[in-house]
């Protein structure tokens, strides 16, 4: 039996779909890069660096991991794959560590696990070749020890997150307020009976929480797409809430849903 030439045409055009797909995520696809190079002290005395390699993450946000190299630029230890790090040097003699945003973490460099590899990184300006593919593949990691950041880090390393990217929080802030604003501001159940006028502002209510879940929803896709910290993302939007809620009590007007019994016969 002959397939209808409409009919076969969709056929083909499904089974080409994966092949044009796999192609495109080939052709936007992109090799390891470094964005911050700091210079350290080893444990033996020897001046070493420790960079932020980052990968591919094609459709989301790429991935970051910490490499400590020697001196000649060989990888002594690599951390696991994270969303977001903010890399903290100090001290003398200069020591750095990692704080990881995604789980409240922070990375202090392990002697006692080092590696040695015998081949040289490219400097940081470099996007890299086989080597850097194989060195930032894999989930393998050693050379850190992981513990939980006290509250004090994570108040400071998230305060300064959100010093170094304000306008991404400021946008997130902004969520915050309109998602208050549709959640509370004149959302009073009207005083007449009428059902017409019932009916549209039930229909209000619905749109309201619709446009509501569809703020939230962009929040997270923003986190998705560009490295954001959860916890400086929630504290902002929950600011931005906070914000109209205290305008409304300052205001003194009554935005909450009256209750049925309050309604005037």
Known sequence: MKAKPGLRFLILLLLSVPSLTAGNVVAVAHTPYMTQTERLTLPDGEQGEIRLLHGDGILFSDSVRLLVLDGRGRPLARSGKYSLISLICDGTPRSCRGYVHDTAQVLTIDPSSFRSVDA????????????????ESGNESWGFAARMALPSEIVVRESAFIMEHPYLHGLVMGFGCLTAVLAFVATGRPTHRSRWLLTLWAFSIL???????????????????????????????????????????????????????????
């Open 207 to 265: 749109l309201r929480a619709m446009t509501a879940a569809l703020v939230v929803y962009l929040i997270f896709a923003l986190l998705l797409v560009i490295p954001l910290s959860l916890v400086s993302t929630l504290l902002s939007f929950t600011l931005g809430i906070a914000i109209v809620l205290g305008i409304r009590k300052h205001w003194g007007r009554s935005a909450l849903i009256v209750p049925a019994r309050n309604v005037p016969p």
């Open 120 to 135: 040289t990184l490219p400097s940081a300006s470099v996007e890299g070749d086989d080597f850097m593919w194989s060195t």
